[in-house]
């Protein structure tokens, strides 16, 4: 049986079913930061048992997007300007170096992948947001993925997640539409395949710290 972030994949498995549901709620905002979880009441939303929902919470709070607050039982992960300013700046060293190594390592199946998980995301640009986001990371990650190290790229995976939070802010924002997303994207694409490590690293830390100054002009987050 195959996993996921820890999670059995299999049909059978309730623990998935309610860790992607949360997991959905929490980063799109339909559970606000600081909302206390309650198993008893998630058991009746999720159609579940207490189990499922207890080890869904359990990993959710190894990947940070919960708390568990002592005998007090498990609430959603506060955001602040100072953890989207962490994570960042995480993000742009720890991906800087994956990338370098997937760029050095990946060969022409990694070349493939990464332009079809290019057309997809440039396909969705105008659909659904949670279509484009899952095309979007599929992206990001393709980028990464010949890094040679798992290790490394689980990280990656993790800040990504921490940050579709703070994505889903900018993308409410009204300067964030004025930005060339699609062209940042596509100068991505381009240095990579043509094997340019320097400009290929520039424009992903440039891009990532384009969304940080556009969030930095929303409201003060708590």
């Known amino acids: 049986m195959n996993k996921k972030n820890g999670v059995e994949t299999g049909p059978?498995?309730?623990?998935?079913?309610?860790?992607?549901?949360?997991?959905?709620a929490i980063i799109t905002?339909?559970?606000?930061?600081?909302?206390?979880?309650?198993?008893?009441?998630?058991?009746?939303?999720?159609?579940?048992?207490?189990?499922?929902?207890?080890?869904?919470?359990?990993?959710l709070t190894s990947n940070q997007l919960v708390e568990r607050r002592d005998q007090r039982g498990f609430r959603v992960a506060l955001v602040s300007r100072e953890q989207f300013n962490e994570i960042l700046s995480l993000r742009c060293q720890l991906e800087d170096l994956a990338l370098r190594a997937s760029i050095e390592s990946g060969d022409q199946d990694w070349e493939e992948k990464l332009v079809?998980?290019?057309?997809?995301?440039?396909?969705?640009?105008?659909?659904?947001?949670d279509l484009f986001e899952a095309h979007h990371?599929?992206?990001?990650?393709?980028?990464?993925?010949?890094c040679g190290s798992?290790?490394?790229?689980?990280?990656?995976?993790q800040l990504y997640d921490l940050n579709i939070r703070y994505r889903y802010l900018a993308v409410k924002s009204k300067n964030y539409s004025k930005r060339d997303v699609a062209g940042e994207h596509q100068a991505?694409?381009?240095?990579?395949?043509?094997?340019?490590?320097?400009?290929?690293?520039?424009?992903?830390?440039?891009?990532?710290?384009?969304?940080?100054?556009?969030?930095?002009?929303?409201?003060?987050?708590?």
């Open 137 to 146: 990371r599929d992206f990001h990650l393709a980028l990464l993925s010949a």
């Open 188 to 222: 991505i694409l381009d240095a990579a395949i043509n094997r340019d490590i320097a400009l290929a690293c520039n424009e992903l830390v440039s891009h990532y710290r384009n969304t940080g100054e556009y969030l930095a002009e929303l409201m003060e987050l708590s």
């Open 12 to 24: 059978q498995s309730t623990t998935q079913r309610a860790y992607v549901a949360l997991r959905e």
């Open 29 to 59: 905002g339909e559970i606000a930061p600081g909302e206390k979880l309650k198993v008893e009441n998630l058991k009746s939303s999720l159609n579940t048992g207490a189990s499922p929902v207890r080890e869904a919470l359990s990993l």
């Open 116 to 129: 079809l998980a290019h057309h997809h995301m440039a396909k969705s640009y105008s659909g659904p947001q």
């Open 150 to 157: 798992p290790i490394l790229l689980r990280f990656c995976e």
